[in-house]
Nanobody, 128 residues
Framework: QVQLVESGGGFVQAGGSLRLSCAAS????????MGWFRQAPGKEREFVAA????????NYVDSVKGRFTVSRDNAKNTVYLQMNSLKPEDTAVYYC?????????????????????WGQGTQVTVSS
């Protein structure tokens, strides 16, 4: 079993930055592919980014490429999402997720059903 706890959300003006963190419990964190999703009011939860077990492969939704960076520190059982040049349309609850998949094809992990564990979410609000 893995428990995930997100932090770092908040209120920021457009153009600003935030760094989200997701702390995981359990000894097998380093074997999981980790992902970030977000859900805006009235919308479906959507994929944002994913990172392979060793950090060697990453994938992003087109709308955040060049602005967001996903990284991980397996020694700290933590995955991060650095968000720069934030836009009002980035406003959402951001969720961290862990997948048992440990292969290199991170670009294939974009669906909610592919992830086995979820955090409770952290709110990000970007004002115009």
């Amino acid at each position: 079993q893995v428990q995930l706890v997100e932090s770092g959300g908040g209120f920021v003006q457009a153009g600003g930055s935030l760094r989200l963190s997701c702390a995981a419990s359990g000894r097998t964190f380093s074997s999981f592919t980790m992902g970030w999703f977000r859900q805006a009011p009235g919308k479906e939860r959507e994929f944002v980014a994913a990172i392979s077990w060793n950090g060697g492969s990453t994938n992003y939704v087109d709308s955040v490429k060049g602005r967001f960076t996903v990284s991980r520190d397996n020694a700290k059982n933590t995955v991060y999402l650095q968000m720069n040049s934030l836009k009002p349309e980035d406003t959402a609850v951001y969720y961290c997720a862990a997948s048992h998949y440990s292969g290199p094809y991170v670009y294939t992990l974009k669906e909610r059903r592919q992830y086995n564990y979820w955090g409770q979410g952290t709110q990000v609000t970007v004002s115009s």
